[in-house]
């Protein structure tokens, strides 16, 4: 279960300091939303008052975290970006991708449709340690609606470039 204390609540345009970039991923949170990192909140659980929060000091995630912030994730919101603009251009295809990250290096990968793959995108983020699910969920959730709004400014094609 993670720590209920460390999840930001969700912001309102006015807070973004620009509300025209509202929506754009990795903008709310600037300022307001200061969740601290999976790393930070388990290493320091003694200073939070939380006494649901595990210390361990000698944690760490399986990836280096990176310098960005914790709410939201960016690779959620993208990876579910892409989805939803590659179901609308392509449709619910299979498709198969060699990985340069995974490990062990070039492993090979098969999924039913993007949506499958955003949602394991989603997950990794978790599972190596780097964002706590809510970040990760919001940012997919986010990244849907992106996904939605540049679908629907693509100019319509032929029957072979965008789904029916």
């Keep these: 279960m993670e720590p209920t204390h ?54 760490g995630p399986m990836r280096p975290t990176p310098g960005v912030p914790e709410y939201i994730s960016t690779h959620s919101a993208l990876g579910e970006a892409a989805a939803v603009v590659l179901t609308e251009t392509l449709g619910p295809t299979p498709f198969t991708m060699t990985s340069t990250t995974a490990l062990p290096a070039g492993s090979t990968r098969s999924f039913p449709d993007f949506y499958s793959a955003s949602l394991e995108n989603t997950r990794s983020r978790v599972w190596v340690g780097v964002h706590f699910r809510k970040a990760c969920d919001d940012g997919r959730a986010m990244g849907h609606e992106i996904g939605a709004i540049v679908a629907d400014l693509l100019p319509p094609g032929d029957d072979h470039t965008r789904a029916p």
């Design 6 to 59: 460390l999840t930001p609540q969700a912001a309102r345009p006015e807070d973004s300091g620009n509300p025209r970039a509202v929506g754009a991923p990795g903008v709310l949170r600037a300022g307001r939303l200061r969740a601290p990192r999976p790393i930070t909140a388990i290493q320091q659980a003694d200073l939070d008052g939380n006494t649901d929060t595990e210390l361990d000091a000698s944690w």
